[in-house]
């Protein structure tokens, strides 16, 4: 079959977002009110804060608005992969903080594993499956550099297992796979709607107020506390958490610090028994290959594959529309790279075919502070590792707006900030540079020319 034919049939929705357990939206915000505290956002970021204030302090009056649907954007439709990394990788870690890596290695799995013990508290049906994720190299000279990752971590008592050719096409089979590193314990699957519908049910229990088609459309100082003004009434908050990430940051001095990136991803039919044997796969564990512009892949609980990752793609002057969802050249380089890897799969089709925004910033990892005197805190720049993270994230929110000296709070990670972004025309012409010569790295054993040797000293990073 041919790779875009077997796109014919796909429908152009995120496929976690087609379960029939999806929530009825809740009404929106008529008129005043007031709270304690505002989340605003209602993916996870904003999920997590609601719900950990409320178990912080039950008495706690806690109002989150969402501007469509809980769950509708990043939450709902990104890859499910669910990491204890907080800082994007071992590597970026090492390469920004190395004096607190032991430090975030360790708050980030006492962070993962308290999702898994939050779903279990709740009785969260997300799908979690503690299977963990394969780095692959598809080239000599990234087998190359994960033998140099297993020497470094190490160091730091964090356990990989190394597998050769052999070990991992017994794992999964692939012609292209070469090597792998088998992270057992740092990475989850789930699906990443039912997190986000569990949590907001999770949130409604607990007494948060919710209101979806709500859009925070401004915020203010009023008295000793805020106002944030929407389409039909106002909130009037002593504190504010804001969790809106890809989406212009309602403290506008934020906005240069975060760039929006369009990721796409496939969905496969579900396999047959036989298609199944053909490749393998029975741990189930989620894969991602090496590559500066990479793949992520897993298996969902009825046995599809979803494809995604290679193509990120910035538009001029950073807005987030709804037509940019959609890519259909992407969706057939993504095609033809899958059949690549699994040619044994020939004549699979693909039901869905999605694309999103979702938030990146220079440091390629989270980053947090206040405004409006302590009185607003955010998180943003997760940059593809919001599923995890964001719980994170949401500690640190609450930790600031408490003014409390945590073990969080005192991490350089969260005391420092990126460098912000240029403004356009340099911003879009930077980016396509450092897109284009990650490519040209990809196919050039693993060489960074002038260009990506420059940011890197200057600390800076976007990648796919």
């Not at 929705?13 to 915000?29: S, V």
């Not at 949590?199 to 409604?204: E, G, M, Q, T, V």
């Not at 050249?329 to 890897?341: D, G, I, K, N, V």
């Amino acid at each position: 079959m041919d790779s875009a034919r077997a796109l014919s049939d796909a429908q152009p929705t995120p496929f976690w977002l087609e379960d029939p357990g999806r929530p009825q939206a809740l009404p929106a915000l008529v008129g005043d009110t007031k709270c304690d505290l505002l989340v605003v956002g209602g993916g996870y970021s904003g999920l997590w804060t609601a719900l950990i204030a409320k178990e912080r302090d039950p008495a706690l009056d806690v109002v989150l608005v969402e501007g469509h649907e809980v769950g509708w954007a990043a939450s709902g439709r990104n890859g499910g992969f669910c990491a204890a990394s907080l800082t994007h990788g071992f590597g970026n870690g090492l390469a920004r903080w190395p004096g607190e890596l032991a430090e975030l290695e360790r708050q980030g799995a006492a962070n993962l594993q308290a999702i898994e013990d939050t779903l279990k508290r709740y009785d969260i049906d997300a799908e979690w499956e503690r299977t963990g994720e394969i780095d692959i190299a598809t080239q000599p000279h990234q087998l190359e550099e994960l033998h140099e990752v297993v020497d470094t971590v190490s160091r730091y008592g964090i356990e990989l297992t190394f597998l050769d050719a052999a070990e991992l096409r017994a794992e999964v089979d692939s012609p292209t796979f070469l090597g792998g590193l088998w992270d057992r314990n740092g990475v989850a699957m789930l699906h990443p709607a039912k997190l986000a519908w569990g949590l907001k049910a999770a949130c409604l229990a607990q007494g948060v107020r919710v209101f979806e088609r709500t859009k925070a459309l401004d915020l203010a100082e009023y008295g000793s506390g805020t106002a944030v003004r929407t389409p039909y009434g106002r909130v009037f908050a002593r504190r504010v958490a804001l969790g809106t990430n890809a989406f212009p940051s309602l403290v506008k001095r934020v906005r240069p610090y975060i760039v929006p990136v369009y990721d796409y991803a496939l969905m496969t039919e579900p396999l047959t028994g036989e298609q199944l044997a053909a490749i393998g796969w029975a741990n189930r564990q989620g894969l991602s290959d090496s590559a500066n512009k990479f793949h992520y892949f897993r298996l969902s609980a009825d046995n599809r594959i979803l494809w995604g990752g290679y193509d990120t793609i910035y538009h001029y002057g950073g807005q987030v529309r709804a037509e940019y969802d959609q890519r259909p050249e992407t969706f057939r380089t993504l095609s033809r790279q899958f059949f690549q890897t699994f040619p044994q799969l020939e004549g699979v089709r693909f039901t869905h075919a999605w694309g999103g925004a979702i938030d990146t910033c220079s440091r390629f990892s989270a980053f947090f502070d206040t405004a409006y005197k302590g009185r607003v805190a955010y998180a943003a720049g997760f940059t593809g590792l919001g599923v995890g993270a964001t719980r994170f994230g949401a500690e640190v929110m609450l930790d600031l707006l408490a003014g409390r000296s945590t073990e969080r709070t005192e991490l350089e990670m969260v005391r420092s900030k990126p460098l912000p972004f240029p403004p356009e025309p340099v911003r879009w012409a930077g980016i396509e540079m450092t897109k284009w010569s990650l490519d040209r790295s990809d196919h050039n054993g693993g060489q960074r020319n002038i260009w990506l040797r420059t940011l890197d000293r200057l600390g800076l990073g976007f990648d796919s």
